[in-house]
């Protein structure tokens, strides 16, 4: 409370209004009031999905245009990243100064190098990933909740301590827990733990829209939903974070793919390498502190 | 409840305490009168095994040795798959004529083939997979709610009409819906929508233990617990399902590798054809019924 109090946020601008920008919106507008926060206002060139939002509990009003978020306090591009790298190379030039410029892509390498080279040295930038969200795309698939103790991603475009202290305290108002991560660690390992599994999901179902026989849907194991459940998120928002972070991706997938041909040799060799290979993968997942 | 009551099925036995055979005792133990069940006598080679299964409501009294077993009207072989085949090759000969007997064990071909070879022509002899359960292995994961309304695969051995009614009375009275399925075609469409997933899974917890840094803990996405729940299965029970369907799991980790390399290929030609592979995906999640 006393880190929320000594840096009252002001307004807040949310552009994109999606699941994630609604998620956050929704956030932010519950904060307890020592985070100072005075509106959320809420943008979306799509007019259904910002009135969704607002109707969701996403902002306290609605922008007409993106122009007038550029003044904000704080301004949070809730975007597809290449939305996001869009925005800063269209109208970083013009976020007023003083601003706290902060974003919620899932590929941060490329957004901080973007703020570096086209918003201006006074205003705040920081590149931010909170790590929650549901595979349910739009002001629908929203879940405040969800930000609750989860990790929120901060990537510093700048040595600016200001600018860092208030993207804290952005993350948690929202009820996240601030993470100050370099931003290559970060989509090396996100290429791994979340875009891997996007693209793993996505290949499973394209597996499966093989098998023709009207019996396979009582044929769908209990693991199965689990495993395709990242294949209903927004192909348009998937595909914005896998091409911004391409290089990692391709490592990850040649990685997997090492791993399946390592599970397959095992396989050829028996019951008693399978299983000690097995036993490697499920050791390796608990440590990771995976849970029932 | 007319089927049932036209099927009484006496005294069962339940070969295997593990989560499977807990969850399906527990369940014959809640089922309706009408199913006839006068007891569910439960076996396992592990007493600690037993005596949690037990406890659990898995079963009314414990067999002291699985010689017990073979006299009963219903005999369920609840083992990991290549303890079932080893059970037909040992046991199956000694097995009482009038009994029905039925596995659980997630392959079919390799149980049924040995089923017809193994065991005398007066027992009733029913492929059976209960497609529901967890990840969590032992009497502890059992949830016999989860056969509510989940379909019970039934692959009879030979024609013997009295030993399918017998073995959908099963099925019925566990709360299960039965479904009588081809043997090959159900290791088709299991290796493709349970063993693959297993092996990603796992997989994914392969390369995700190559990522060192402390701060990996924080960087995991909310798609990733989803993604590699199914590597804390138990892995003797894992790598005996992968070994009894071989060819069909080595012909899906081919098929996946193709989809990925798809996907990656769609990435270098740009978000247009990258957004369209993942819509083509998500349409096939959507129309095998992955809901939300």
């Given at each position: ?104 892509g899932?590929a941060k390498t490329v957004v901080v190098e973007?703020m570096r ?9 920081v590149g931010?990933h ?23 991603v901060l990537c510093p475009a ?22 100050e991560t370099d931003p290559h660690l970060h989509d090396r390992?996100v ?54 972070n ?47």
């Amino acid at each position: 409370v006393t880190e929320l109090a000594s840096f009252p946020l002001g307004r807040v601008a949310v552009v994109g209004a999606g699941q994630v920008g609604t998620m956050l919106g929704a956030a932010l507008r519950g904060a307890p009031s020592g985070a100072g926060i005075e509106e959320v206002a809420l943008f979306d060139r799509d007019p259904t999905v910002l009135g969704a939002s607002l109707s969701r509990g996403a902002g306290d009003r609605a922008l007409r245009g993106v122009e007038e978020a550029l003044g904000s306090d704080v301004l949070v591009l809730a975007l597809p990243v290449p939305g996001i790298v869009r925005f800063l190379e269209e109208r970083g030039g013009e976020v007023a100064a003083g601003t706290l410029l902060i974003d919620t892509g899932s590929a941060k390498t490329v957004v901080v190098e973007t703020m570096r080279r086209s918003v201006p040295p006074g205003v705040g930038a920081v590149g931010g990933h909170p790590m929650a969200g549901t595979e349910r795309p739009g002001p629908e698939g929203a879940d405040p909740e969800l930000l609750r103790g989860a990790a929120f991603v901060l990537c510093p475009a700048r040595e600016d301590p200001e600018a860092l202290r208030r993207a804290r305290a952005v993350a948690t108002a929202a009820g996240a827990r601030p993470v100050e991560t370099d931003p290559h660690l970060h989509d090396r390992v996100v290429a791994r733990s979340s875009h891997l599994p996007h693209l793993m999901a996505s290949a499973l179902a394209l597996v499966m829209a093989t098998v023709t026989e009207d019996a396979r849907r009582d044929l769908l194991g209990p693991g199965y939903d689990g495993a395709v459940r990242l294949a209903a998120s927004r192909p348009e928002m998937v595909a914005g974070f896998l091409g911004a972070n391409g290089p990692e991706v391709r490592s990850a997938v040649g990685e997997l793919t090492a791993a399946l041909e390592e599970l397959l040799s095992a396989l050829d060799a028996g019951p008693d390498r399978l299983t000690g290979v097995l036993e490697r993968a499920r050791s390796a997942s608990e440590r990771l502190g995976v849970g029932p």
